[in-house]
């Protein structure tokens, strides 16, 4: 990867995760406050401080930490020091536990109310998302067991419409964690009626992943699209070499090219090797030659160069469908769109933890880098997307009842609320110590994760 590509996906990652994290802490700090207790620092990131300024009458803290992967609101409390007389009504622990509760959900709830933001401003603007019309299955797929045939659109999935493409592989990944079977409502080229039952019962545990589609034979409907170039991604391969967008690709490595699925699978097939292309350029051919870069993609390394297609209205109409809603059913969609989504991880933490999936779905900071850049690099709707997704997934894990997260505090005060008396002293020690130790291994599995999926590639 070129120093410009890291350079892009550096910041984009760091955009995400600041956004994120400052919109978290900025809920707990507003709660907070409104709860009446005293706000001594709001720092982005942990560790060393780099940079504070103080603001307001409790001239509270405003800083930048050393490490940014999070941060934390610091309010004043008498079990982290010594509290003024005229201030013990303002510190944290002197508050009522109803108070308290609202404090740390807080957080986790400005980011659920993050994604339901960027999921109804995209419904409202209007999404161009791909309409689920399926290819021919791979022989001897569960998809081609199922009798699936080449044309046919899903409608609905056990009965529940679904539009998009993403919409369809969500509802699967939800009925293969159930190990069932999934009734496919199929529209065929002759806009008959169907049924397809897709069998999800022999399914492993390395299987429900990002790749499931693949693995149940489940493909778009490749359309014959004319190899001319409508984007070129900034700092990439082609836009340093000099393609730019209305250039029609005519060959890659001496091999003729009619159409644009041979563009993207010359490319792919030959990740961080130099390849010579040809072009035509208002009618003149040209030559030049460029090296790919390497993406992992499912355990397995591709080229691409930063290059999308040039499609026209025309082209549009049988695979993408622009989903757009008014102002008020936006609204709707939003908050179903991220519950649902919510509800997805919760399900897969759980099956996780069961051991009915691979760990390996975990992903860590590397791996969301390369999606913060890959997004980023598809325009803004696309980033919006994976904002939302990424906010929703720091909300529920801060939501899980692991002491040193939020939802350890909440389980905390729970227990308080319903015993009528705080946990003790030794068991909140014991808790953080616990605490620490499963988040220190679950960083350990992530990193491990991203890492094996770099160096498979």
């Known amino acids: 990867m070129s120093a410009a590509s890291l350079a892009w996906y550096l910041g984009a990652f760091v955009l995400a995760l600041g956004s994120l994290v400052v919109v978290h802490e900025l809920g707990h700090l507003l709660v907070a406050r409104w709860c009446g207790v005293k706000v001594l620092r709001f720092s982005v990131g942990f560790g060393r401080v780099l940079w504070v300024r103080r603001f307001g009458a409790d001239r509270t803290e405003w800083a930048v930490s050393m490490v940014p992967l999070g941060g934390y609101v610091k309010m004043l409390d008498e079990r982290e020091g010594e509290v003024a007389p005229d201030d013990l009504p303002r510190a944290f622990n002197r508050q009522p536990v109803g108070k308290r509760i609202a404090i740390v959900v807080a957080g986790p709830l400005a980011n659920l109310l993050l994604a339901v933001l960027l999921y109804w401003v995209m419904f409202v603007q209007g999404v161009q998302e791909v309409r689920p019309l399926l290819d021919e299955p791979v022989a001897g797929s569960v998809a081609a067991q199922a009798g699936i045939r080449s044309g046919e659109l899903v409608k609905a999935v056990d009965g529940v419409p679904v539009a998009t493409w993403s919409e369809l592989r969500l509802a699967l990944i939800s009925r293969a964690l159930e190990r069932g079977r999934a009734v496919l409502e199929l529209q065929s080229e002759g806009h008959a009626s169907v049924e397809r039952q897709l069998d999800l019962s022999d399914l492993g545990a390395t299987e429900v992943d990002e790749n499931l589609m693949g693995k149940l034979g489940l493909a778009l409907q490749r359309q014959r699209l004319r190899p001319m170039i409508g984007a070129v991604a900034?700092?990439?391969?082609?836009?340093?070499?000099?393609?730019?967008?209305?250039?029609?690709?005519?060959?890659?490595?001496?091999?003729?090219?009619?159409?644009?699925?041979?563009?993207?699978?010359?490319?792919?097939?030959?990740?961080?090797?130099?390849?010579?292309?040809?072009?035509?350029?208002?009618?003149?051919?040209?030559?030049?030659?460029?090296?790919?870069?390497?993406?992992?993609?499912?355990?397995?390394?591709?080229?691409?160069?930063?290059?999308?297609?040039?499609?026209?209205?025309?082209?549009?109409?049988?695979?993408?469908?622009?989903?757009?809603?008014?102002?008020?059913?936006?609204?709707?969609?939003?908050?179903?769109?991220?519950?649902?989504?919510?509800?997805?991880?919760?399900?897969?933490?759980?099956?996780?933890?069961?051991?009915?999936?691979?760990?390996?779905?975990?992903?860590?900071?590397?791996?969301?880098?390369?999606?913060?850049?890959?997004?980023?690099?598809?325009?803004?709707?696309?980033?919006?997307?994976?904002?939302?997704?990424?906010?929703?997934?720091?909300?529920?894990?801060?939501?899980?009842?692991?002491?040193?997260?939020?939802?350890?505090?909440?389980?905390?005060?729970?227990?308080?609320?319903?015993?009528?008396?705080?946990?003790?002293?030794?068991?909140?020690?014991?808790?953080?110590?616990?605490?620490?130790?499963?988040?220190?291994?679950?960083?350990?599995?992530?990193?491990?994760?991203?890492?094996?999926?770099?160096?498979?590639?």
């Open 234 to 457: 900034p700092g990439s391969p082609a836009q340093k070499a000099g393609l730019a967008a209305g250039d029609e690709i005519v060959g890659i490595d001496e091999q003729p090219i009619v159409y644009w699925d041979e563009v993207t699978s010359a490319i792919r097939a030959r990740p961080s090797r130099e390849l010579s292309l040809q072009f035509r350029r208002h009618g003149e051919i040209r030559r030049l030659r460029l090296t790919t870069e390497a993406a992992t993609e499912h355990g397995q390394a591709v080229g691409r160069i930063g290059i999308m297609v040039q499609v026209t209205d025309g082209q549009h109409s049988p695979l993408l469908v622009v989903v757009r809603y008014g102002p008020l059913d936006a609204i709707g969609r939003a908050l179903s769109q991220t519950w649902g989504t919510a509800k997805l991880s919760l399900e897969m933490m759980g099956h996780m933890i069961t051991g009915d999936i691979s760990w390996r779905n975990l992903s860590g900071p590397v791996a969301i880098a390369d999606y913060a850049g890959q997004s980023a690099r598809l325009g803004l709707g696309p980033y919006l997307r994976f904002l939302a997704l990424i906010s929703i997934s720091l909300g529920v894990l801060n939501l899980l009842p692991v002491p040193v997260l939020d939802g350890g505090h909440l389980m905390y005060y729970l227990l308080e609320f319903f015993r009528g008396r705080p946990v003790s002293e030794e068991a909140l020690e014991l808790g953080q110590r616990i605490g620490m130790g499963l988040l220190a291994l679950l960083m350990a599995v992530a990193l491990y994760n991203d890492l094996n999926r770099l160096l498979s590639g």
